[in-house]
């Protein structure tokens, strides 16, 4: 099951507001499966933009989520946090060490800068025409088709889209069924706050990067791709995946996130080995160097990822050990 991959790995762009910029959608997890499974009307989801009143009446109790570590080095201390890029209301406020973590931190590290221009360039780039019809079949944008008119979206309103960014938009806005949307995401409620507390924000890696590990090396991953996330939409298979994915992540179930190749039915073939290196461990080392960068350039950084790429001996906390860091977990505390 390649979608539950890129679950907390990294972030893709959503319709509507992807237009204005780039949001966090992520990857996420099919509709109920009966609803797929029939040709049923889509109930459609309204979503709601967090503002600063927003969040603070629809959060629950002020819990730690996620998953949070302490790096120190050079006599300052920064802070790693693992997120989740779509997340409910109750979720958005944060306990008393990420609260304290943030507040102790100077500057936001986030994976991709959302506002920059160039970002959005690189994925609203128009592929090759012939790559395109080759890549869309009839039978394939048939099905793509029936997932945006389940989406509640307009027919058209993913065709400047490459094929894999369209299966992985739907997939992201099909757990709004699931009560869970990219507007109350981790990195929303932390770009929110660093805004309200003038604190910069950069990134840790360059959108063609996260592209590249998402489309693959050739068309034929990049068609594997779209037809794994589709079968996942259309099958439901990928909604329980997605509940669970989440609970991992809002009750900071390190040890079960930690085990998660065993329980993730998502590596079964060379094929799934080769996609989860790309997506994860390749791309560890490069965002270990830039927290490493900023934080050698006299900040105290707070630095947000998606949480699987905290898990393993390749993980981030293992990688920023070995460039020297103290690195203690506060979340779930030790």
């Not at 907390?8 to 966090?24: E, I, K, Q, T, V």
């Not at 959005?120 to 079949?137: C, G, H, Q, W």
């Not at 950084?301 to 690195?327: D, I, T």
């Amino acid at each position: 099951m390649r979608l539950q991959r890129h679950w907390l790995s990294f972030r893709c762009p959503r319709p509507g507001r992807f237009f204005r910029r780039m949001a966090a959608a992520v990857l996420a997890f099919g509709m109920a499966g009966a609803a797929l499974a029939a040709d049923a009307p889509a109930v459609c989801v309204p979503t709601v933009t967090p503002s600063g009143d927003a969040v603070q009446k629809a959060s629950g109790p002020a819990l730690d989520r996620g998953f949070l570590w302490r790096l120190e080095k050079d006599g300052r201390s920064s802070w790693l946090y693992g997120t989740m890029h779509v997340g409910k209301p109750a979720w958005m406020s944060p306990g008393a060490r990420v609260r304290a973590a943030l507040r102790q931190s100077d500057i936001l590290a986030l994976e991709l800068d959302l506002t920059d221009p160039a970002t959005l360039a690189v994925f609203t780039e128009p592929l090759d025409a012939a790559v395109m019809a080759r890549i869309l079949t009839p039978d394939r944008q048939r099905r793509l088709d029936r997932q945006i008119a389940l989406a509640c979206l307009p027919a058209h309103a993913l065709g400047r889209l490459r094929p894999i960014l369209q299966a992985t938009t739907l997939a992201g806005l099909a757990v709004r069924h699931d009560g869970m949307f990219s507007e109350w995401g981790s990195e929303q409620f932390l770009a929110l706050h660093a805004r309200s507390h003038a604190k910069p924000v950069v990134a840790l890696e360059d959108a063609r990067t996260q592209l590249r590990a998402l489309t693959g090396d050739s068309e034929a991953d990049e068609i594997a791709q779209v037809d794994e996330t589709l079968d996942e939409l259309e099958s439901g298979q990928a909604r329980a995946m997605g509940a669970e994915l989440a609970a991992v992540w809002a009750t900071s179930d390190w040890k079960k996130l930690s085990d998660y190749r065993r329980w993730c039915d998502c590596v079964k073939t060379p094929a799934d080995e080769s996609a989860l290196q790309r997506l994860l461990d390749d791309r560890n080392p490069g965002l270990a160097d830039g927290i490493a960068r900023v934080h050698g350039q006299g900040h105290r950084v707070f630095a947000a990822v998606g949480a699987l790429h905290m898990v393993g001996p390749k993980g981030l906390p293992a990688l920023l050990a070995a460039r020297g860091f103290r690195v203690t977990r506060q979340v779930p505390a030790p």
